[in-house]
């Protein structure tokens, strides 16, 4: 998309031109980088806006029981844009392990509130609704239109009850092929970045439904905020694996499965870095 708004903003000065000669004026040497940088920034709000006033229409309250393309291009496109401006570059391996054309559970280590955008940002054919603590309900509403509008649920970490019905709902997303599921399983973001005890009540998702579960961690998302524009950021994502929960039923079993094979991605990506 930024690619895009560079192209057009470059394409409006011939176009401009045409009805006020401005090439040929003797300030065009300063009017013509201006009129560029005056139109991009103007596709920006443009693009800011339509965002904006889309997500002022969400109502959180009322049930998405089906898929939205509008929002998930508008959000695609969205996320696109602001890497590009943030010059967030996500470098990805194991693709070519993801099931296709099926709906899956993909699970992930946490390390920070920008994890979710990273895998929309990478994985926008598998369609992701995240499953999303409530206080993000709560707290950040924007964030909430989105994660609504793009068929995520939020949860009750503190009510075992609430969470099975949350549970259960995303169940329901999967089985009548609504949205794939992710979830990150350790429950909060790790403050040290090494992994935490999985929650095996999130694996009966795969386990209900026979979706396989895509294992994935990500590393070093917690240097976006504090790097913003100033600074190039990398940030790696890799997928592990993918378990079939035909040949390994049990969430307990699954949930140790996957803690190893987090663990093992992630000891992988520290000796690298």
């Known amino acids: 998309m930024?690619?895009?708004?560079?192209?057009?903003?470059a394409a409006l000065i011939p176009i401009l031109d045409r009805f006020f000669n401005i090439l040929r004026m003797p300030y065009s040497w300063y009017l013509v980088p201006l009129l560029f940088i005056a139109f991009f920034i103007?596709?920006?709000?443009?693009?800011?806006a339509v965002l904006f006033i889309s997500l002022m229409c969400v109502d959180v309250n009322k049930p998405c029981n089906k898929q939205s393309p509008y929002y998930r291009a508008l959000i695609t496109s969205s996320l696109n844009l602001v890497f590009k401006l943030l010059r967030v570059h996500v470098h990805t391996c194991g693709k070519e392990k993801i099931p296709e054309n099926e709906r899956v559970l993909l699970v992930s280590n946490h390390i920070d509130n920008v994890d979710p955008a990273i895998y929309l940002h990478e994985f926008p054919d598998l369609q992701l609704g995240f499953i999303a603590k409530k206080e993000v309900y709560e707290t950040m509403p924007i964030v909430a239109k989105v994660i609504h509008k793009l068929?995520?649920?939020?949860?009750?970490?503190?009510?075992?009850?609430?969470g099975v019905k949350t549970i259960i709902k995303a169940i329901k997303t999967v089985k009548d092929d609504i949205a794939s599921i992710g979830v990150?399983?350790?429950g909060y973001t790790s403050k040290t970045g090494e992994l935490q005890p999985m929650r095996n009540g999130a694996f009966k998702v795969a386990t209900k439904t026979g979706a396989k579960i895509v294992v994935c961690t990500?590393?070093?998302?917690?240097?976006?905020v504090?790097?913003?524009?100033?600074?190039?950021?990398?940030i790696y994502v890799n997928v592990a694996?993918?378990?079939d929960t035909k040949e390994l039923p049990q969430t307990a079993e699954i949930g140790q499965k996957v803690f190893d094979m987090m663990n093992e991605s992630l000891?992988?990506?520290k000796q690298k870095s």
């Open 2 to 9: 930024l690619y895009f708004y560079l192209v057009a903003s």
């Open 226 to 234: 504090k790097r913003l524009f100033f600074h190039r950021t990398d």
């Open 42 to 48: 103007g596709f920006i709000i443009i693009h800011a």
């Open 184 to 186: 990150f399983p350790e």
């Open 241 to 243: 694996g993918v378990i």
């Open 218 to 224: 990500v590393w070093d998302t917690r240097k976006v």
């Open 267 to 269: 000891n992988e990506q």
């Open 151 to 162: 068929n995520g649920l939020p949860i009750d970490r503190d009510n075992d009850r609430e």
